[in-house]
């Protein structure tokens, strides 16, 4: 089993994402770890018309996805949105049909960790980062499962529970299902 572990917050060890992601790839029972740090070794943002590359490759191996997707002001942070152009590739990822766009990826589980400093819920005008995300990975054909962790900057308490309550979501799924 593979698991492509991604990080693209730019707060590095004062990171709650990657804590998070450090904390579920840590839970896992994974042969193979694949790691994307997007700030360590940042991708070029899209020029031109995507074709399949090494991260498509690389998705394409994974059986596990784990991502780290900070809210910054109110959608993912640009690294990992230019990830998102890099994978989202006509013909590899999903393809275009009579009836719409079809995704190509199936049997992979991923499993996004989301920290914002405010509370954005789902369908808010201000959340477009779970929305995105998830509509995004739909379209390649995958179904994300979240772990959030909102309000992280409004309070040191605030902050710890926040952090308290994604790990204890991390563990009931351990302790749900197989976790990788």
Partial sequence: MTILHIDSSTQGQASVTRELTAYAVGKMAGEKVDRLDLVADPIPHLVGRPEANAFVAQLKAADTIVIGAPTYNFS???QL???FDRVAVA???FRYTEKGPEGLLRDKRVIVMIASGGVYEEGSSF???QSYVRAIFQFMGLEPEFVIANGVAMSEERRAE??????AKIDR???SREFA
């Fill in 81 to 83: 949105k230019a990830w």
């Fill in 91 to 93: 013909g590899e990822t």
């Fill in 127 to 129: 959340e477009h980062n």
């Fill in 76 to 78: 993912v942070p640009s």
């Fill in 162 to 167: 926040a952090i308290a309550e994604a790990k």
């Fill in 173 to 175: 799924i351990a302790a």
